[in-house]
């Protein structure tokens, strides 16, 4: 007898074509690629301008795009969301391009006997998010989104759960384990961003105690755990001036908590800060801790700006008062180390600078392209021919933030090391912002220099 599908899965018979793999293997993982598209969508809604004067906007606007565009097609009812393609177990028994993938691509969904409040949270913000981004390029396409938004924000909260609880072929990869209240307030805020609407606001205060947004100190940031990017929003708003005089108590715990995790990562708190690899690297987990680096130099430079247009130069922290200044020479010192400055002397970014990961743990990296040969690559035959391969990958991910080094700044380049080799989506999305923003200074201080200089005189 044929084994019954459970209500949570579905053969491929839909069109969920697009989207994002997470890494450097072929499953769509929902909430990863809705925090990448989130954090895209961030760095465009902060920094837009400078990614525009770096010649990239069109290139940020595509890649959000094809982020969207799949959420679309995978929420096909107000309360159905398709949260995975393809599973982890099965994926990992082959190493292929992804023209010979043979590997399943049964998708899973959510709806509302099997909720997931996280991925369809997530997803809301996601979509809210990069609505800001097409307001003015794009407002059908922007209207669009929001609708989308707004029925997923209401789908994460009416029918409350764990996604991995639904789908558990999730679990082993990426389990939510902060729970799915961080993923409501997130999503409740840029709800409120995109529309105004002071009923999202009032959601957030609210809940803010019984969520954990105004309960909990943080010291990471990541697909995970949204908490710190939660306070900061909420902190931005009070900042602005934006919050009611009703709902200021609130928001000040909101920001209490935001600036724990600001002088948690500049070592200024008494009892915890974020510990730091002997070369300077913010250093919170060995699996793939460059996520937590790049999405910390993101939430510094953006508090340090929201601290200058609030005309606040410092904050106070447990260990002395800090300024925007501060906060940007962190992010910058994360960046750098990024790049190279590091006792490694090693750029975690692929294809930058003239020492790079050359074994990145990634399927379509290590084989052969297929436009060089279209001879179909087997499932076992890629660990054969490709995986154990002593060689550098014959292409490079370019733009790829692999995982990184350890506690000790050391790092080994080798393909079966994946906590430290493989890229994913959500390491680099963070870094756009910080890259434009610090592009733009870079440029502006080139610029004070070269005026300042006295132009030679001729004889």
């Known amino acids: 007898m044929a084994r019954p599908l459970w209500p949570h899965r579905w053969p491929s018979t839909r069109n969920l074509v697009g989207g994002y793999y997470d890494a450097g293997d072929h499953v769509k993982f929902g909430l990863p690629m809705a925090f990448t598209i989130t954090m895209l969508s961030w760095s465009v809604i902060e920094y837009g301008d400078e990614i525009a004067a770096a010649g990239e906007y069109h290139h940020a606007l595509e890649a959000i795009k094809w982020g969207t565009d799949y ?24 190493w292929q391009r992804p023209e010979d993938m043979t590997t399943s691509r049964q998708a899973y969904k959510i709806d509302t006997e099997n909720p997931g409040s996280d991925v369809a949270g997530e997803t ?49 990869y990426y389990p939510s384990w902060s729970g799915y209240e961080d993923e409501l307030l997130w999503a409740a805020l840029w709800l409120h961003r995109a529309t105004g609407k ?18 909990w100190e943080m010291a990471e940031f990541s697909w995970d755990v949204k908490y710190a990017g939660v306070q900061i929003l909420a902190a931005k708003l009070l900042m602005e001036g934006s919050v009611p005089e009703s709902q200021r108590q609130a ?36 699996w793939n801790n460059m996520q937590y680096v790049s999405s910390a130099a993101f939430l510094l430079s953006v508090y340090s700006d929201h601290l200058i247009k609030a005309a606040q130069r410092e904050l106070q922290c447990p260990g002395g008062a800090v300024g925007p200044q501060d906060l940007v020479a962190l992010a910058k010192s994360q960046v750098d180390y990024i790049l190279g400055a590091n006792p490694m002397r090693t750029s975690y970014l692929v294809g930058y600078g003239r020492k790079y990961p050359m074994k990145v743990h990634h399927r379509g990296s290590s084989i052969v392209s297929y436009k060089r040969s279209k001879g179909f690559i087997g499932c076992m035959q890629g660990y054969y021919d490709w995986y154990g391969r002593r060689g550098p990958n014959p292409n490079v991910v370019t733009g790829a933030l692999v995982g990184g080094p350890d506690s000790r700044d050391k790092f080994r380049d080798q393909r079966g090391n ?18 434009a923003k610090l592009h733009r200074s870079s440029d502006q201080q080139i610029q004070i220099q070269e005026m300042s200089t006295p132009a030679a005189s001729s004889s």
């Open 124 to 172: 809301a913000a996601a979509m809210a998010a990069a609505s800001i981004v097409f307001q003015k390029s794009n407002p059908h396409y922007s209207h669009l989104l929001l609708h989308h938004a707004q029925q997923l924000f209401e789908f994460a909260d009416k029918y409350r759960g764990r996604y991995d609880s639904s789908v558990r072929e999730a679990k082993r």
């Open 71 to 94: 959420f679309i097609k995978a929420h096909t009812h107000p309360y159905v969301l398709w949260v995975e393609v393809g599973d982890g177990d099965t994926d990992h028994y082959c």
């Open 198 to 215: 002071g009923a999202y606001l009032e959601y957030v205060v609210e809940n803010g105690h019984g969520f954990g947004g105004t309960g």
């Open 418 to 435: 994946y906590m430290q080799t493989e890229a994913c989506t959500y390491n680099t999305a963070p870094l756009v912002g910080v890259f």
């Open 251 to 286: 928001a000040e715990r909101y920001r209490s908590k935001a600036e724990y995790y600001v002088c948690a990562c500049l070592n200024e708190n008494n009892d915890s800060n974020v510990h730091r690899t002997p070369g300077g690297m913010l250093f919170v987990r060995q």
